[in-house]
């Protein structure tokens, strides 16, 4: 049986932890990751057997209807991981840090992630960034904390970069993300995100690090796959960059049922003899 599979030699759900990503890279097996933000779709993902659900601070776009992902707080993001948690049976939880609980400041980047592991009771955390963000990386490793890296598209960044076209195309921005990234592991991050730079920049990362490399919008050579859920489920349907792959078209199925109740309300044929109760 491969060493990533959902089920163990028990026969049980067999918790994905970092050591098993590491295994999963060895053996050459694509590790999975989803966005979830709350209980009833994170049950969905962890059943299916996603590896790593991620709590992404997306949630500021997907489930507050922001611009960005920065407006997202500590508090809110403690919220999601909650709902998350108390879902899951065997993924590995990683929770984002959300924009201005760890920037500039190892002491409250550390203090940020001690909270969202104390209450939330995910698994891990991820934050934005390289060079730039190792002291606190380290500040959290050395905490026991489990930590993700994110290079790249850093949408946290977005006022700085001015765009969300693909990054580190140049050669001076290509070579600082692969010495960011030798940073991030030496430092002891147990995976890094690779978002939006081109395939061949993503192969060469992830054939020099020895830690996972999980991708979005980077090609077919990351050790790994990361979408945000609800764009692989077609509810948001305003968003299609090259990279996505629609799985399912659910914004028009919900907009059909919630039209079909309305109609159904309306001519009165809901609720019908057997939907009711009698004396
Ligand atoms: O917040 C998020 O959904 C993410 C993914 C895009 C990797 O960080």
Redesign the pocket.
């Known amino acids: 049986m491969a060493i990533g599979s959902v089920m163990s030699i028990h026969g049980q759900a067999r918790k994905v932890t970092t050591h098993t990503l590491q295994e999963m890279k060895s053996a050459n097996e694509k590790i999975t990751m989803l ?1 979830a933000y709350d209980f009833s779709l994170a049950k969905l993902v962890d059943k299916a057997g996603v590896d790593i659900i ?1 709590v ?4 500021s776009n997907v489930m507050a209807g922001h611009a960005t ?1 920065v407006p997202i707080t500590l508090d809110h993001m403690i919220y999601h991981a909650q709902c998350v948690e108390r879902a899951v049976d065997r993924a590995l939880i990683v929770v ?1 840090m959300p924009f201005g609980s760890y920037q500039g400041n190892s002491t409250v980047a550390l203090e940020s992630a001690v909270r969202i592991m104390k209450e939330s009771n995910g698994h891990s955390v ?1 934050l934005e960034g390289g060079a730039e963000v190792v002291e606190s990386v380290k500040r959290i490793l050395i905490a026991g904390i489990p930590v993700m890296g ?1 290079l790249g598209l850093t ?1 946290q960044s977005i006022y700085k970069f001015g765009t969300y076209t693909v990054r580190a195309k140049e050669e001076e921005e290509a070579a600082k993300l692969i010495s960011d990234a030798k940073l991030l592991e030496d430092a002891g991050c147990f995976a890094i ?1 690779l ?1 939006k730079i081109p395939r061949e920049l993503a192969k060469k990362v992830s054939q020099a690090i020895s830690i996972p490399t ?1 991708g ?1 919008g980077a090609g077919p050579d990351c050790d790994g796959q ?1 979408l ?1 859920l609800h764009d692989l489920l077609g509810i948001t349907m305003d968003f299609s960059p090259r990279f996505l792959r629609r799985y399912l078209n659910l914004s028009e199925d919900i907009n059909n049922a919630i039209s079909q109740y309305c109609d159904d309300v309306r001519s009165g044929d809901f609720p019908n003899e057997d939907e009711s109760y009698s004396e």
């Open positions: 966005t991620l992404g601070d997306s949630a992902t984002d991820k994110h949408p995100v978002e999980i979005i990361v945000v």
